[in-house]
Structure formats: structure tokens, C-alpha cells
């Protein structure tokens, strides 16, 4: 199981969940796993129970608050710092609200934590994923993408005129999609592949960001959601499989492409997606 020897993963979101999964397989498959997470606390505990079933894996903890850009810019920093070459920057965390709340930039925080954080991480890392030999970039997205009726809402992105939980979280996974199809477009010719998925319904921490009614009902859902280590097979299989080696920009399920909705195909909206969110950050590829 050393097919990811030598290499360098990080996976944010890694904490519990289909993150610690992801983290825990590609640590056994021999690669240097940097775990990301909000809290040192739970960070450590996460490599300890990741050493705990794999004694020989090579981790390390990298703190950042994917709701702030400058905790996003200064763990970025850290890591270019070291000059290391990053194989995987697997986009994984993610997060759904009942009610309306803001980043500390005042951004939507289901939208800047589930799009805008991967747009910035994954450019500001893009020196170190250069440097890598056929590296790759995946981002989580869902089937949720449907849950978007409208497709991006232009005109109301960071949901001001109109609030619903899973119509924004849904939005937020279109958002993953167009980004991923975009950004491959842009590194044509580089080596690097960006590929998304569907991790399936899983069984985890997720929606449990509010107390109410959707984590009551997250939790009544229990039996029926699918485990988080079956939940993070595609991810493993995208960060990791041969057989994806050059395949980009497209999204996936149970490991095998799959069509995203005529919205989540749309070449406009995933330039004008890219576009908006150079604005709205700040960050470009060039820059």
C-alpha cells in the first residue's frame, strides 16, 4: 500500500468525517498527509487516532479558519514557506447553515466557506502544486448542485434578498462544480488535473453546525446515511488512482464521471463564477 510514497496531500475539512477518512487511507498508501482543521485541539486528536490505526503515518496539523481570508493567506504562507512540493490539495470542508451568517469578510459563510475558500486556498497554493509532478487538485461538491433550481443566483449571491439552508448549500455545490470546470480550463497545459464529486449522503458532523431542526433531522437520518469511509472513497480515488492520471475537470460519483446539471455544464457561468470571485477575494491565477 505505498502508492503515495514520497508524495505530500493536504486535505482541509480533515477532522472527522470523510476528511479524516481520506486523510487516514492516503497515510496508509504512504503519503505525507497535512491534516487541516479550525482547532489545534481537534487536530491533534485527529493524528492521534489516525496513528492509532496507521502507527507508521506521516502527518502533520495545519490550523486556518476557512471563513477568513487572512487565516486562508497566512496558512497558505506556511506552507509555501517550506518549499515543499504539494501532490494533492484535496478541497474537502465544507459546511450548511439554517440561518443566515457572515465570514469575518462578510462574505454568505455557506458560500464563502464552501466556494470562495476553495478558489482562494487552491490558487494560493498553485506555486507549490506546480512544482509537483502531475499533481492534482479535488474539491468536493454533491448531487445537492440540483437543489439549485435557478442555477447562480448573479444578483444575489451572498444570499441577502432570500435565505433557504439547502437552496444555498445547493448553490454553494454548483458553485464547487463551475470552479472545478474553470479552473481545469486554465491549467490546460500545466499537468495539473482538477476533478470534483459527490461524496454520496454520508453519515457525519455535517449539518451540525446549527442546533434545530436540520441537525435533529441529520441525526434521525443516521441509519439510512452512508458510511463516512464509503463517503470518502472517491476523494481517495481521485487524490491517489492511476487511472484518473490526466483526467480533468470533470465531477464524479462512486468513482466514475458523471453529468452535473445543464447548469453545472454552462462554460458562461463558469467564467463569469471565476470572474466574480477574483472580485470578491481579491486573488487571481496570474497574480
Given amino acids: 500500500m505505498a502508492a503515495m510514497s514520497g508524495k505530500t496531500v493536504l486535505v482541509t475539512g480533515g477532522t472527522n468525517g470523510i476528511g479524516e477518512e481520506a486523510a487516514l487511507a492516503l497515510a496508509k498508501m504512504g503519503a505525507h498527509v497535512i491534516v487541516h482543521g479550525r482547532s489545534a485541539e481537534k487536530g491533534e486528536a485527529t493524528l492521534a487516532r489516525i496513528r492509532g490505526e496507521a502507527p507508521d503515518a506521516s502527518l502533520e496539523f495545519l490550523q486556518a479558519d476557512l471563513g477568513s481570508l487572512d487565516s486562508i493567506k497566512a496558512a497558505a504562507k506556511a506552507f509555501l514557506d517550506s518549499g515543499r512540493p504539494l501532490d494533492v490539495l484535496l ?171 445543464r447548469f453545472g455544464t454552462n462554460d458562461e457561468d463558469a467564467a463569469h463564477l471565476w470572474t466574480v470571485s477574483e472580485q470578491l477575494t481579491g486573488m487571481s491565477l496570474e497574480a
Fill in 91 to 261: 478541497n474537502n470542508a465544507g459546511a450548511m447553515h439554517t440561518s443566515r451568517k457572515v465570514t469575518s469578510d462578510g462574505f454568505e459563510m455557506t458560500f464563502g466557506v464552501n466556494h470562495l475558500a476553495y478558489f482562494a486556498l487552491t490558487l494560493l497554493l498553485l506555486p507549490a502544486l506546480k512544482k509537483a509532478e502531475g499533481a492534482r487538485i479535488v474539491s468536493v461538491a454533491s448531487e445537492a448542485h440540483r437543489q439549485a433550481l435557478k442555477g447562480m443566483v448573479w444578483d444575489d449571491l451572498q444570499s441577502e434578498q432570500s435565505y433557504s439552508g439547502f437552496g444555498v448549500y445547493g448553490q454553494s455545490k454548483l458553485a464547487n462544480i463551475l470552479f472545478t470546470r474553470e479552473l481545469a480550463r486554465r491549467l490546460d497545459g500545466t499537468g495539473i488535473t482538477t476533478n470534483c464529486l459527490h461524496p454520496g449522503v454520508v453519515a457525519t458532523g455535517f449539518a451540525k453546525n446549527d442546533s434545530g431542526w436540520m441537525a435533529s433531522l441529520w441525526g434521525a437520518m443516521g441509519m439510512f446515511l452512508r458510511s463516512p469511509a464509503k463517503g470518502a472513497a472517491t476523494s481517495i480515488y481521485l487524490a491517489s488512482s492511476p487511472a484518473v492520471a490526466g483526467v480533468t475537470g470533470e465531477y464524479f460519483s462512486n468513482c466514475k464521471p458523471k453529468g452535473a446539471n
